[in-house]
């Protein structure tokens, strides 16, 4: 969320650095950044020469906003399934309570059928 905010910052800065030029710098400003974005690919505000960013008005990006997201994503999507695994461990039932426990007679006590038996 930081990251973001920064983000955020840094775009309104550039904005309104762009509103106080007029017409033609605004166009001789797209098209240096064109240029720039051809020449050096997405990460061209990072990799262009510090004078020539302050003179577009460009703002480096910072390690907050760029970095540590991808770290805490990294970090939140390893973190949050190793988590639930150890839970699913450490709860992990006992198999007595998932069985009932067997009533075993006492051998002393014997119990003889009350059915009636049959004379041979």
Do not use: C, H
Not at 95 to 107: E, G, M, R, S, V
């Amino acid at each position: 969320m930081l990251g973001s905010v920064l983000k955020i910052d840094r775009v309104s800065s550039e904005s309104a650095f762009e509103n106080r030029l007029n017409p033609i710098e605004k166009a001789w400003r797209g098209l240096k950044l064109k240029v720039y974005a051809y020449e050096y690919g997405s990460d061209y505000r990072n990799k262009i020469p510090e004078n020539e960013g302050r003179a577009l008005g460009l703002i480096r990006e910072s390690i907050l906003e760029s970095t540590l997201p991808r770290y805490l994503f990294l970090f939140l999507a390893i973190a949050v399934p190793f988590y639930f695994f150890v839970r699913l461990f450490k709860d992990k039932p006992q198999k007595k309570a998932l069985w009932p426990a067997a009533i075993t007679a006492d051998p002393k006590v014997r119990k003889t059928s009350t059915l009636p038996q049959k004379k041979s």
